[in-house]
């Protein structure tokens, strides 16, 4: 696949013709969504969903302004398990989703401390799948191991990534997380979990999630610089970095090298090279920067109110190719991680531009 293309449609997303087109898709929620998920020549990706956008689909060929990019596309079907209910009445697909086409994803706390306007996220919208009736608050770790097991079964899932609203206390919801892993994994020992959280307070929780049977952890900080976390994360930006660095220090420590990750926004206003150099920084103590375009998604202050634009693909092709390059240097694969972001791949274009991809 050509990286470039893959960037630009990461970036510009992909015009369906219908619901039926992408049957996989988000709206809202945690972390990049409004998104079709979809195999681009094989490989998952989730691409933005774009009324506007010149890529279009015929005949399974990606179209660039109507011509042939040489680029299949095809859908990953909806999930046998989006059909079944708990006994207590609660859908699957309210519980868990299906992210690509092999990774169940959840967001055990589908509420943030954070949330007040002055505080949020700007780029985040993880409370307007709960306002939407489409998720549930909490997700109970017996709900999530029923749901794990069948879409395990019925579809064949072969990783599980688990992240969380921040809670109020010390550990910023870490210890929910760590529950609801440890339901999962008795039901299915083998099945790798990536766990996402802040910095907890307490640093020991890290060896906590690793000994509930998480295998891969990612520590999202978004922002290396502190100027663009201020403006665009008030809240979750007052952590200071060293507590983000001590939190990834010990996760190296505990879960191994290249089993922590982070995500990197492209297009939040900051400086490309100091980016690209604090992710190199990143590589070099064997954490994961997970490099992602900036998506500007209704139900965010960004979109709503910012009036946020996707950043220029070029600009994004440069970082993640730089970034792509580091990673090779040190060996670094996300298909190496056990679970998560990196194993997956979908949200970002570095497996194209580092050669890695792998067809799903
Ligand atoms: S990269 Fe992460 S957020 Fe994106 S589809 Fe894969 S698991 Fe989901």
Known sequence: MGADTRVDVAIQGIRLAGPTDAPVARRAGAGPSDDGHLLLDGVGAAVPLNPRSPYTVRGGRLLLDGADTGMGVEAVARPRFYDLTTADGVPYEQIARLHSSHVLATTVVQTCVRYAESERCRFCAIEESLRQGSTVAVKQPAQLAEVALAAHELDGVTQVVMTTGTSNGRDRGATHLARCVRAVREVLPD????????????????????????????????????????????????????????????????????????????????????????????????????????RPLAGTLATDVDGATAPDPAAVYRVTTQVAAALRAHSMLGSDQAAGCAACGACSALGSCSGEEVAS
């Open 191 to 294: 099945l790798p979990i990536q766990v996402q959280c802040e910095p907890p307070g307490d640093l020991a929780t890290i060896q906590e999630l690793y000994d509930a049977g998480a295998r891969s952890i990612g520590i999202h900080v978004e922002s290396l610089d502190d100027e663009v976390r201020r403006r665009w994360m008030p809240g979750k930006g007052s952590v200071p970095m060293s507590e983000y660095h001590a939190a990834w220090a010990e996760a190296v420590r505990v879960f191994g090298w290249n089993q922590v990750s982070t995500y990197l926004l492209v297009g939040l206003g900051e400086d490309p090279d100091e980016l690209v150099r604090g992710a190199v920084e990143l590589v070099e103590m064997g954490v994961y920067p997970f490099v992602v375009p900036f």
